[in-house]
């Protein structure tokens, strides 16, 4: 079994930064792909960013040069850097994990993005 617990999230203005993360319990961290999904108010769930075993990432067009995913496997802890934030990245955050077929979700936090 894997827990996940998100954190940093909170209210900023417009243009600002805030950094999420994502602690996990459970060994399979190191081998998992981690994720960030974003939900909004009367919105789907998407996936915001991506980042595989080898280090590689990806993020989503709508936040690209904005947003930045890194994991560190010593901590069991993966990041998400969010820069130049705009109201419309107001959502819940959530942390994914996924290994050996099965998938984990955290709680979520909430991030707003208003002045």
């Known amino acids: 079994q894997v827990q996940l617990v998100e954190s940093g999230g909170g209210l900023v203005q417009p243009g600002g930064s805030l950094r999420l993360s994502c602690a996990a319990s459970?060994?399979?961290?190191?081998?998992?792909?981690l994720n960030w999904y974003r939900q909004a108010p009367g919105k789907q769930r998407e996936l915001v960013a991506t980042?595989?075993?080898?280090?590689?990432?990806n993020v989503a067009d709508s936040v690209k040069g904005r947003f930045f995913i890194s994991r560190d496997n010593a901590k069991n802890t993966v990041f998400l850097q969010m820069n130049s934030l705009k109201p419309e990245d107001t959502a819940v955050y959530y942390c994914?994990?996924?290994?050996?077929?099965?998938?984990?979700w955290g709680q979520g936090t909430q991030v707003t993005v208003s002045s």
């Open positions: 994914n994990c996924r290994s050996l077929g099965y998938e984990y």
């Open positions: 459970g060994s399979i961290f190191s081998s998992a792909t």
């Open positions: 980042i595989i075993r080898s280090g590689i990432t």
